[in-house]
C-alpha cells in the first residue's frame, strides 16, 4: 500500500507541475491569451477585493459582455475545472480513501461541469442567482454516499466548481494539490484496522 501511494504521490507531482510550467509558459510566450485564461483569483483572495461597499460590488457586477471573450473564458474555464479535478480522481480511485463508488468516480469530473456552467449563467444577474436558488430547493436528491469520507470529494469538486465559475481557477488548482496531497497524507482505514489487529 505504502509503494503504491508513492507512485500516486509522484503521479500527482509531475502533474501539477506540468501544469504550472504550462501556464508559465503560456504567460511568458502568449502573454495576451492571459486574459482568456481562469487563472485568477489568488489576488482578490489575499487582498479581500477593491469594492467599498457591497451596493459597489453589486454595480461592478454588470459589465458588458463580449460574445466570443466569454466563449473562450468559459470553453477554458470548463476545461480548466477538468484538468484540475483529474487529480483529485485519481487520488479518489487509487489512494481507496473509504470505498469506492464508480458513480461518484463518474460524477467528480461531471460535477464541476455543471457548476462551473451555473456559476457562469447566474454571477452577472441576482435575479437569476435568486430564481436558481428556488429551482434547487425545489429539487430532491437521493443519492446516498456509502461513505461520509466520499462527501469530501464531492465537496472539492463544488469548490473546484466555483472556483471555474467565477474564473479563479488558481484558487481550485490550490485547493486540488492541497487536498490530494493531504489525503495521501491520512492512513487508509486498511491500514488502521491491520494496525490495531496486530
Do not use: C
Amino acid at each position: 500500500m505504502l509503494h503504491h501511494r508513492n507512485r500516486l504521490f509522484k503521479k500527482l507531482l509531475v502533474y501539477y507541475g506540468t501544469f504550472i510550467l504550462v501556464l508559465l509558459g503560456i504567460a511568458n510566450l502568449a502573454p495576451g491569451w492571459l486574459e482568456y485564461l481562469p487563472v485568477g483569483g489568488l489576488n482578490e483572495l489575499f487582498t479581500g477585493g477593491n469594492f467599498s461597499s457591497v451596493n459597489d460590488e453589486i454595480l461592478a457586477s454588470y459589465v458588458p459582455i463580449n460574445t466570443f471573450r466569454g466563449a473562450i473564458q468559459l470553453t477554458t474555464a470548463l476545461t480548466g475545472a477538468i484538468l484540475v479535478m483529474i487529480p483529485i480522481r485519481w487520488t479518489y480511485i487509487d489512494a481507496h480513501f473509504g470505498k469506492q463508488s464508480d458513480s461518484i468516480a463518474a460524477n467528480l469530473i461531471l460535477l464541476p461541469i455543471v457548476v462551473t456552467g451555473i456559476v457562469a449563467i447566474v454571477q452577472n444577474s441576482l435575479s437569476l442567482a435568486f430564481s436558481l436558488a428556488g429551482i434547487v430547493a425545489g429539487v430532491s436528491y437521493r443519492t446516498r454516499l456509502k461513505d461520509s469520507a466520499d462527501a469530501l470529494f464531492i465537496f472539492a469538486a463544488i469548490g473546484v466548481g466555483l472556483a471555474a465559475g467565477t474564473l479563479a481557477i488558481g484558487i481550485g488548482l490550490v485547493m486540488s494539490m492541497f487536498f490530494s496531497f493531504t489525503v495521501l497524507i491520512i492512513p487508509p482505514r486498511g491500514d488502521e484496522s491491520t494496525s490495531d489487529s496486530e
